[in-house]
Each structure stands twice: as structure tokens, then as C-alpha cells.
């Protein structure tokens, strides 16, 4: 079992930054990857991006060139830094972590972005 905790969400302003951070319970060397997920009102929950253990990293195509996975292995944290939010990331983004047996999911962090 692995417990997936996110923070870092809130309100801000387009064209503004935010950086989420998720932490899980056990080394991410003990996890096969990691990655940030995003649901916003009425819509599917889709991939934002995701890094593997051996840091191969997959971004969606609305994530490149703005935003950034990123991890420290010795907090065993995971970090997505957002910049130029637009109205359109408004969402609850997920965090999840992966082993070979399943997949960990947090309770979701709220990133609102006003125009």
C-alpha cells in the first residue's frame, strides 16, 4: 500500500505560476512511475504528465513548454511546476504512483486560474 499526498493547489491569476508537490509513503525507487492527472467539471480526468523511475518523462500536449515534472528522491516527492496558467487548467489535479501491482491515487489538489 502506498499513500499519495498533494499540495500546492489554490487561486491565481492567468499567466501566473504554481508549482503542486506529492508525496508518497514509500521511495520512489520502490515505484515504477509517478505522474500528475487533472479532471476538470464534466470532463474526463486526463494524463498532465508523468515520470517513470528511470526518468522518462511524458507530458500531454497542453503541458509542454509550460509545465514541468520534476522529482527529489530523497523527499520521495514528486513537484509539477505550472507557469503561464491559463482559465483552461482550472481542474482538480491527481496525483498517482504506480508499482507493480497497482495504481496509488491522491485525494486531489484544486487549481483554479481566473482570466
Known amino acids: 500500500q502506498v499513500q499519495v499526498v498533494e499540495s500546492g493547489g489554490g487561486l491565481v491569476q492567468a499567466g501566473e505560476s504554481l508549482r503542486l508537490s506529492c508525496t508518497a509513503s514509500r521511495s520512489l525507487f520502490a515505484l515504477t512511475a509517478m505522474g500528475w492527472y487533472r479532471q476538470a467539471p464534466g470532463k474526463q480526468r486526463e494524463l498532465v504528465a508523468e515520470?517513470?523511475?528511470?526518468?522518462?518523462?511524458n507530458y500531454a500536449d497542453s503541458a509542454k513548454d509550460r509545465f514541468t515534472i520534476s522529482r527529489d528522491n530523497a523527499k520521495n516527492t514528486v513537484y509539477l511546476q505550472m507557469n503561464s496558467l491559463k482559465p483552461e487548467d482550472t481542474a482538480v489535479y491527481y496525483c498517482?504512483?504506480?508499482?507493480?501491482?497497482?495504481?496509488?491515487w491522491g485525494q486531489g489538489t484544486q487549481v483554479t486560474v481566473s482570466s
Open positions: 498517482n504512483a504506480k508499482d507493480l501491482v497497482r495504481v496509488y
Open positions: 515520470m517513470t523511475s528511470g526518468s522518462v518523462i
